[in-house]
T-cell receptor, first 113, second 117 residues
Framework: DQQVKQNSPSLSVQEGRISILNCDYT??????FLWYKKYPAEGPTFLIS?????DKNEDGRFTVFLNKSAKHLSLHIVPSQPGDSAVYFC????????????FGGGTRLMVKP | DVKVTQSSRYLVKRTGEKVFLECVQD?????MFWYRQDPGLGLRLIYF???????EKGDIPEGYSVSREKKERFSLILESASTNQTSMYLC????????????????FGPGTRLTVL
């Protein structure tokens, strides 16, 4: 059973608008969350992260929100750009689980010019 | 810049062949990981290593083994390749898991697309 789920396999957004990518998790031991972006034929690259002691982390056009009670996080991209078109993976880690990350299934974002 | 390299970008093998996937990182990271990526399933951890000659099973170790004889190199071995092992294989490395309460991100290689016929 997947402990980290991204229920939308794909998302299409107009350039300049907001992109919202969602992620749900079931393991209450997860206390650190990361978003990775992956272009075709490249490995995933780290985008932004958030600790469970926070509910928001912002880095330029990217903001991650965490709702611990709902076990839900979201990535907001504002404004969206065509170069943001990629697959986005949500990942979670638990401090007591050492070095392992659990990934969601990914969401393919397409930003149309 | 951290560099993680993988020996092949594309590989085609036959059922029953022994397959070696090599990964090298140049940042002196303690941890190294092997994942496979399949549509809708995201990245699933096969094995990881936190030190030379040390390894831990991930979520899907069946049909795979690993070797880490040197800190910079982590090999994934398919003893007898099968068609259900056709996938994208991704290697990653990272410093030790947590520093001052912050998880140390994993750095990924470009991936090897393996096709088993």
């Amino acid at each position: 059973d997947q402990q980290v789920k991204q229920n939308s396999p794909s998302l299409s957004v107009q350039e300049g608008r907001i992109s919202i990518l969602n992620c749900d998790y079931t393991n209450s031991m997860f206390d650190y969350f990361l978003w990775y972006k992956k272009y075709p034929a490249e490995g995933p690259t780290f985008l932004i992260s958030i600790s469970s002691i926070k509910d928001k982390n912002e880095d330029g056009r990217f903001t991650v929100f965490l709702n611990k009670s709902a076990k839900h996080l979201s990535l907001h991209i504002v404004p969206s750009q065509p170069g943001d078109s990629a697959v986005y993976f949500c990942a979670a880690s638990a401090n007591n689980a050492g070095n392992m990350l659990t990934f969601g299934g990914g969401t393919r974002l397409m930003v149309k010019p | 810049d951290v560099k993680v390299t993988q020996s092949s970008r594309y590989l085609v093998k036959r059922t029953g062949e022994k397959v070696f996937l090599e990964c090298v990182q140049d940042m002196d990271h303690e941890n190294m990981f092997w994942y496979r990526q399949d549509p809708g399933l995201g990245l699933r951890l096969i094995y990881f290593s936190y030190d030379v000659k040390m390894k831990e099973k991930g979520d899907i170790p069946e049909g795979y083994s690993v070797s880490r004889e040197k800190k910079e190199r982590f090999s994934l071995i398919l003893e007898s390749a099968s068609t259900n092992q056709t996938s994208m294989y991704l290697c990653a490395s990272s410093p030790s898991g947590w520093t001052s309460g912050t998880y140390n991100e994993q750095f990924f290689g470009p991936g090897t697309r393996l096709t088993v016929l």
